[in-house]
């Protein structure tokens, strides 16, 4: 079963999510790879990682989450989703929303190997919620 149907399914949240127009509690790690994934696949690597992160801290604007050693923006994990989705979307161009749902089956909406590359102590620390840091257990493919 695919969890987006369309190209124009696609399309349409990342539109929702340009504009503010995601409600509160609409994003979790499934639309933050669709999104990702879209972008990777239609704009160039700084034009996806900027889109990315401009609209996370719009998102956390407008629904007030503070950013906190603990809580909020992330640099680090969303570096990790832009990096393993640009290789992803490298290893199998042209492949559209079909796909985005089959790396959605494969991982089950969620990239667990994050946990592979970075210690907790590491990913849960304010330098990596502030900069990108590199995994400290083994090095990005």
Known sequence: MNWLESESA???????????????GQWHHREHLAICYWYLCHK????????MKL????????????????????ETITQF??????????KNPGR???GLNDLLRQTNGFLPHIGQY??????NSERARLQWVEPDLQALP
Request: no cysteine.
């Open 10 to 24: 696609l399309e349409s949240l990342v539109r929702q999510f340009e504009f503010g127009q995601l409600e509160e």
């Open 55 to 74: 609209g996370i801290l719009k998102y956390n604007e407008k629904y007030q989450v503070e950013q906190t050693p603990s809580r909020g923006y992330h």
């Open 44 to 51: 160039s690597l700084i034009e996806a990682t900027y889109r």
């Open 81 to 90: 989703f832009i990096k393993f989705l640009h290789s992803y979307v490298g």
């Open 118 to 123: 970075f210690s907790r102590p590491l990913l």
């Open 96 to 98: 559209g929303v079909d």
